[in-house]
């Protein structure tokens, strides 16, 4: 018998939910309507798609390749949807974007009101991630990745090319001393990333620098937030090295060692190819071009 969509839209909920009462508040439906409706596609398929225990539910293996395509399935209809929906005129809809959380909040955000003003047909969502989020199971419609995709079948695009400020808030270099070379952040506290999928490449160089290759000097702080590096520097905590799309974020604080050589950070613009003529993402990409060219 074929499958009943209704009966793989309520699967998909529970599998994704792991309960039936959370699919249900997702969906709207009773817990019982949603047992009924997993107990009649078992029922149908002849085989158990979930382990039932005191916690919730696990996906058996059946239920495990059962999702998998209905997951491909749903992602690709959404897209879809998200295409034949769009305004022939001009660009419309909901946009969702994906960048990390430093670029998003810093320059990303401030920057949105503009591209409202140019296109306000379009709304935005943002989705600031310092993971890299599945385009292709349209966990977001476009990104902005500060390394090349890894991702395969993407459409990628150069944005721009960032460079690093080091940091330090006037009343730390006051008391610490400002550092002439790289060797004397040794007498520095230094502040670095600390979270194991940094989401950029070489975030901590700066441990490294004036160092020995593989003897990277301990940090005071380490936070997994650019953001809440930032702060740390302004509250005069220590030094850190900061991308420089940071821009007025950064003013107050004193660079230091302005010679210093640092890694290259690359802004990347990133879509699935289904999203290839959707005006939404072509406007928005040249936004992004325009606003950054003069950087």
Same mark, same amino acid.
């Given at each position: 018998?074929?499958?009943?969509?209704?009966?793989?839209?309520?699967?998909?909920?529970?599998?994704?939910?792991?309960?039936?009462?959370?699919?249900?508040?997702?969906?709207?439906?009773?817990?019982?309507?949603?047992?009924?409706?997993?107990? /009649?596609?078992? @029922? !149908? #398929?002849?085989?158990?798609?979930?382990? *039932?225990? $005191?916690?919730? +539910?696990?996906? %058996?293996?059946?239920?495990?390749?059962?999702?998998?395509?209905?997951?491909?399935?749903?992602?690709?209809? /959404?897209?879809? @949807? !998200? #295409?034949?929906?769009?305004?022939?005129? *001009?660009? $419309?809809?909901? +946009?969702?974007? %994906?960048?990390?959380?430093?670029?998003?909040?810093?320059?990303?955000?401030?920057?949105?009101?503009?591209?409202?003003?140019?296109?306000?047909?379009?709304?935005?969502?943002?989705?600031?991630?310092?993971?890299? +989020?599945?385009?292709?199971?349209?966990?977001?419609?476009?990104?902005?990745?500060?390394?090349?995709?890894?991702?395969?079948?993407?459409?990628?695009?150069?944005?721009?090319?960032?460079?690093?400020?080091?940091?330090?808030?006037?009343?730390?270099?006051?008391?610490?001393?400002?550092?002439?070379?790289?060797?004397?952040?040794?007498a520095h506290r230094i502040i670095c990333w600390?979270?194991?999928?940094?989401?950029?490449?070489?975030?901590?160089?700066?441990?490294?620098?004036?160092?020995?290759?593989?003897?990277?000097?301990?940090?005071?702080?380490?936070?997994?937030?650019?953001?809440?590096?930032?702060?740390?520097?302004?509250?005069?905590?220590?030094?850190?090295?900061?991308?420089?799309?940071?821009?007025?974020?950064?003013?107050?604080?004193?660079?230091?060692?302005?010679?210093?050589?640092?890694?290259?950070?690359?802004?990347?613009?990133?879509?699935?190819?289904?999203?290839?003529?959707?005006?939404?993402?072509?406007?928005?990409?040249?936004?992004?071009?325009?606003?950054?060219?003069?950087?």
């Amino acid at each position: 018998m074929p499958l009943d969509w209704d009966k793989l839209r309520v699967f998909h909920a529970v599998a994704e939910a792991g309960s039936f009462t959370h699919a249900g508040e997702t969906l709207n439906l009773s817990q019982s309507a949603v047992s009924r409706q997993i107990q /009649a596609l078992e @029922e !149908a #398929l002849a085989v158990p798609l979930f382990h *039932r225990h $005191a916690r919730g +539910l696990i996906l %058996t293996e059946p239920g495990e390749t059962l999702n998998r395509t209905v997951r491909e399935v749903f992602a690709k209809l /959404a897209m879809t @949807e !998200a #295409l034949l929906t769009e305004s022939r005129e *001009r660009p $419309a809809g909901r +946009l969702k974007v %994906t960048c990390t959380t430093g670029f998003g909040s810093t320059w990303l955000a401030p920057r949105l009101s503009r591209f409202l003003a140019l296109y306000p047909d379009v709304s935005v969502t943002l989705l600031l991630d310092d993971s890299d +989020l599945d385009l292709a199971m349209r966990e977001a419609d476009v990104a902005i990745r500060m390394h090349p995709p890894r991702q395969p079948d993407l459409i990628q695009r150069h944005l721009a090319s960032f460079g690093w400020r080091v940091c330090g808030a006037p009343a730390y270099l006051k008391s610490v001393g400002v550092p002439e070379r790289a060797e004397e952040l040794d007498a520095h506290r230094i502040i670095c990333w600390g979270d194991h999928r940094p989401p950029i490449d070489e975030v901590n160089w700066l441990a490294e620098a004036g160092r020995r290759p593989g003897s990277a000097r301990r940090a005071a702080v380490e936070v997994n937030s650019l953001t809440g590096m930032l702060r740390a520097v302004q509250s005069g905590l220590g030094l850190a090295a900061l991308p420089d799309y940071m821009g007025p974020d950064l003013d107050g604080l004193l660079q230091v060692l302005p010679d210093l050589k640092a890694p290259k950070l690359d802004a990347y613009f990133v879509y699935p190819e289904e999203m290839r003529h959707s005006k939404r993402v072509s406007v928005f990409r040249d936004f992004l071009v325009a606003e950054l060219s003069g950087h």
